[in-house]
């Protein structure tokens, strides 16, 4: 499904960028903000261009009305070959490829740190795309859904690959077995959210942490996210490996020579992202 000519990827999915601070926006209140192959698009190469743009420092997700997003639109009807014939084996597992993968990929891999703030619902691939992200914070009237058993699916959008490594896999099993709603307390109790605030805050919440990290070394914390992630792939050598890797890479940044030289100054570091 496309969006609508009243819905233009644009209006669907704002973007700004305030104080080194890219906000992404999901705009379709009205269905829950589930995500169409147009929003989605949108949505890559919004990630894409942060990670290029040396006035981002920060990208904060979140999206308007009571929901942050019910997962992937699906009012398109039946999936089709791409003859627009009936599927064929091959087709689903292309499209996951395509699709829903791409999106949390390009969260994953984004140079720049991504906050999740949550505002309401997060179903199917909306709680993929949250968790994906850096750091969440979450609204007191979020919930989070592991939806797909109770439509008779797996989970796709990387739900079997990110839950077992932020919480462990009996309670990832729990959440995609029962598929059960999970309060945004729950959810920080058990690891998926950093922080839980009042509705009224969360957008203040965000904007706070945004702009610390964007006033931060960038190439430093952009290393630090690689290092994390990969660590969680690799045995202790290859981690070791990949971090005096990144320490030699980052050391000839501006930013690491003016952290240092202020140190040494005892002054405040002003960091410009090089």
């Known amino acids: 499904m496309t969006s609508s000519p009243e819905e233009s990827p644009e209006s669907v999915v704002r973007h700004a960028t305030d104080n080194g601070v890219a906000w992404i926006t999901l705009n379709r209140p009205a269905a829950m903000n589930a995500i169409t192959p147009d929003q989605r698009e949108r949505l890559i190469s919004l990630l894409d261009d942060a990670s290029a743009d040396p006035a981002v420092g920060a990208v904060v997700i979140t999206a308007t009305?009571?929901?942050?997003?019910?997962?992937?639109?699906?009012?398109?009807?039946?999936?089709?070959?791409?003859?627009?014939?009936?599927?064929?084996?091959?087709?689903?597992?292309r499209?996951?490829?395509?699709?829903?993968?791409?999106?949390?990929?390009?969260?994953?891999?984004?140079?720049?740190?991504?906050?999740?703030?949550?505002?309401?619902?997060?179903?199917?691939?909306?709680?993929?795309?949250?968790?994906?992200?850096?750091?969440?914070?979450?609204a007191e009237s979020a919930r989070f859904i592991e939806v797909f058993v109770r439509r008779g699916l797996v989970p796709d959008g990387g739900g079997g690959y990110l839950l077992p490594r932020l919480i462990g896999p009996q309670r990832a099993k729990e959440l995609l077995f029962f598929g059960d709603s999970l309060s945004a307390a729950e959810a920080e109790r058990?690891?998926?959210?950093?922080?839980?605030?009042?509705?009224?805050?969360?957008?203040?919440?965000a904007r706070e942490w945004a702009e610390r990290l964007a006033a931060g070394p960038t190439r430093a914390i952009a290393l630090t996210k690689q290092l994390v992630?990969?660590?969680?792939?690799?045995?202790?050598?290859?981690?070791?490996?990949?971090?005096?890797a990144a320490q030699e890479i980052n050391m000839t940044t501006a930013d690491a020579q003016e952290g240092v030289r202020a140190f040494a100054e005892r002054r405040a570091p002003e960091y410009r992202g090089r």
């Open 65 to 93: 009305g009571k929901g942050f997003c019910a997962g992937a639109d699906l009012r398109g009807g039946a999936r089709t070959g791409p003859g627009g014939d009936e599927r064929v084996a091959g087709d689903v597992a």
């Open 95 to 138: 499209l996951i490829r395509r699709g829903a993968q791409r999106l949390i990929a390009a969260v994953l891999d984004c140079e720049k740190p991504v906050i999740a703030a949550v505002n309401g619902t997060a179903a199917g691939l909306g709680a993929h795309l949250a968790f994906a992200c850096d750091l969440v914070i979450a």
């Open 190 to 205: 058990i690891g998926l959210a950093n922080r839980v605030v009042p509705d009224g805050e969360l957008a203040k919440t």
């Open 229 to 244: 992630n990969g660590s969680l792939e690799a045995d202790r050598a290859a981690a070791f490996a990949a971090e005096a």
